[in-house]
């Protein structure tokens, strides 16, 4: 691999940390979305996308050993840890409540980002939550493995069995994966063998009516396989997890760069690359060279993408400064943090492909 785009990939991996945790205020939250154009600071929020963000930060400092992030990332962390809130006495465990409402995948990605956090800083009252926040997604699982994907608190709880969050069930799942490599609990892998089979047996579909869709690119799922793969050896998840690969290409390449109205934004991209970013990493494993190299030729493609919409110049406004935020496309001059958060993690991921453990050459 080109060590100038090696080079390239950290340096922009570097700006999109500054952006994120620039971006965390006093109170722990994000400044969420900033229009360019307007140079207006947006009054909308995602207690999900907030999650992820932080989770990925705990990923590139403990990846890169990067100090500068952690004390900006507790004041995210406590604001995540405010939302908690206990479900039947602490009898079903815990989760994150925005308001009356729950989404199952701010509970997975804050359990996630409580386990990046609790390998630098191994706190037993971390530990506490993280097991009650997984205790709270076997909850929202239905014997047939399928994850429930919101509920209102209010007493008695009222279970959304008609919202479906496409991405949370994979969430959900690899987050129970990751809990049981440090807590070999049943519970978990259990929960986590339940929503694969389920996910296999009721793929999620790019294109629902057309007969030649086979798979959505569902990168959080993609991500799971990967881990269970890589766990257990079971061929089947190879297989499905090639499929997602295979369709998310197909998918890629459609894209029509020449055409602006019909190029896909940023996010879209992105998650796209984490899902060719989990195949990879399954090839690596394997050492199947062919296919890594193939494999990587694709990633680098979705990587030169989406860096052309990350924000290089700006004088900010208004305290803000979203240099090294990406832009939805060049349609939509608007930042927001999950855009950042997408194309953070696949710029971490080719940077430990590449070798790169450290930013020193970036100072």
Known sequence: MDNDFSEIVLHRARLAVEYLYESIQLNGRFIYEADLNLKEILNTYNIVRHAGCVYVLYQWSNNFKDNNVRDSLDL???????????????????????????????????????????HYKPLEEDLKIIKDLAKFLIWMQEQNGRFISGMLVHEPYVLMSDFVGIYYPGQAILALIRLYKIDPDPRWI?????GIDHLIKHPVLDSPEDPDSLRDHNHWFATALQEYFMLTNDWDIYNELTLIAEDTIVSIDKNNENNPESRLSVAAMATRGETILAALNVEIYLKNIKKIDYLKSILCKVVSYCIELQVVRHRGFKGFNPRGGFIRNHQHNKVRIDYTQHVLHILIGLLKIFGQKNTTNLQ
């Open 76 to 118: 995210a962390t406590r604001c995540l840890k405010d939302h908690l809130m206990v479900i039947g006495n602490g009898r079903l465990g815990c989760c994150v409540a925005d308001s009356h409402n729950v989404k199952i995948g701010a509970s997975a990605l804050t359990l996630l980002m409580m386990l990046e956090r609790y």
């Open 190 to 194: 259990k929960g986590a063998c339940l």
